[in-house]
């Protein structure tokens, strides 16, 4: 049996961990055979492929980023582009294909698998906003790179008595901002699942600053303010509809000093929360991700994801995992919002 592996989307850490365990098992215990294909869904599209053996993925664990390469291509949206896939599947042989991405991503191998194409997933996001599954690999890491970026800015903060807006990424969910700012002691958390208002992050700011403490306010890329829209870098869209975010830390930032009259900056944390090393945690739920992920599609359970439920992996549905985003509960706002002020 030979298998196709590609990575799509943004990068993640994890990604090299996964890839590792799923050739590892596939050869030494099922005896398969792999290809990797290039560049996210633009492998099958355009038949870029790359080998992926054993001596491939030796000492690739702890690297961050993919060694696939990753792009945002939809085959849905070019010209006969699901027939392409298909013929180019066929011409190298492949039987079956492991997809390791995020919504959209696992978006198209749901749509293949209901043309015929045989796909398993693996849940891929820092952003943690798969459905089906409790914890995304990359998360883990990304809520650390930030909470250090937090702790580090406290004192900088307090040393010239400023107030800080720490941008951290979260299109549509507020994970990471609710997570890092928790572990961080921020004063607020902004995230996109609830609109704010200029003047309660004002109220809580000045009441920081009345105890002699320098207030830290982390927001979500995707927050977004009573007073106006979402703030976006343009108004292009990429392959799955989506504009590039960005800006509402400083516009945030700037807001707090003409209502404050006090000293404020911004600090975007942006692509460093995705990039270098894996932590220990996201290198564990990797690997077992990739060996549950062969071992689905050695029982032939095509159209599923592997997925997290406590501390068991299981399978779902490919159509369940992509139905809707997992946001963040009201329940679990109201718990940060005790901290606020």
Not at 91 to 107: F, H, K, P, R, S
Not at 140 to 161: F, P
Not at 242 to 259: A, F, K, T, Y
Request: proline residues 4%; contains cysteine.
């Amino acid at each position: 049996m030979r298998i196709g592996v590609l990575t799509g989307g943004g990068d993640c850490p994890g990604l090299n961990a996964v890839i590792r365990a799923i050739v590892r098992k596939g050869v030494n215990d099922y005896g398969y055979e792999f290809v990797g294909f290039r560049d996210g869904w633009r492998g099958p599209l355009e038949n870029r492929t790359t080998p992926l053996q054993v001596e491939n993925v030796r000492g690739i664990l702890p690297r961050g980023g993919t060694i696939l390469r990753s792009s945002r291509t939809n085959p849905y949206k070019v010209d006969g582009g699901v027939e392409t896939v298909r013929t180019n599947l066929k011409d190298q042989g492949v039987d079956a294909l492991i997809a390791i991405g995020g919504e959209d991503t696992l978006g198209v191998a749901k749509k293949l698998t209901d043309d015929g194409i045989p796909v398993v997933g693996v849940p891929k996001t820092i952003d943690n906003d798969l459905g089906a599954t409790d914890y995304t690999f990359g998360f883990d890491t990304a809520v650390n790179i930030a909470t250090e970026a937090i702790d580090r800015l406290h004192t900088t903060a307090e040393s010239h008595h400023r107030c800080v807006v720490v941008e951290v990424m979260g299109r549509h969910a507020g994970w990471i901002a609710l997570h890092s700012g928790l572990a961080g002691g921020a004063n607020m958390i902004l995230v996109p699942e609830k609109r704010f208002t200029v003047a309660d992050v004002v109220k809580n700011v000045e009441s920081r600053f009345r105890t002699d403490f320098s207030p830290i306010v982390v927001v979500a890329e995707g927050a977004q303010p009573v007073e106006g829209e979402m703030v976006t870098q343009n108004s292009d869209r990429d392959a799955f509809g989506h504009v590039r975010l960005g800006g509402i830390g400083q516009w945030l930032s700037d807001r707090i000093e003409q209502e404050t009259g006090k000293e404020s900056r911004a600090v975007v944390l942006g692509h460093v929360q995705r990039g270098g090393t894996p932590s220990a945690f996201d290198r564990v739920l990797a690997t077992r991700f990739g060996l549950h992920a062969i071992g689905a599609v050695h029982d032939g359970a095509y159209g599923t994801m592997v997925a997290l439920r406590g501390t068991e992996i299981a399978r779902v549905s490919l159509e369940e995992a992509t139905a809707e985003l997992k946001t963040v509960p009201e329940g679990r706002l109201r718990e940060a919002e005790v901290f606020f002020g």
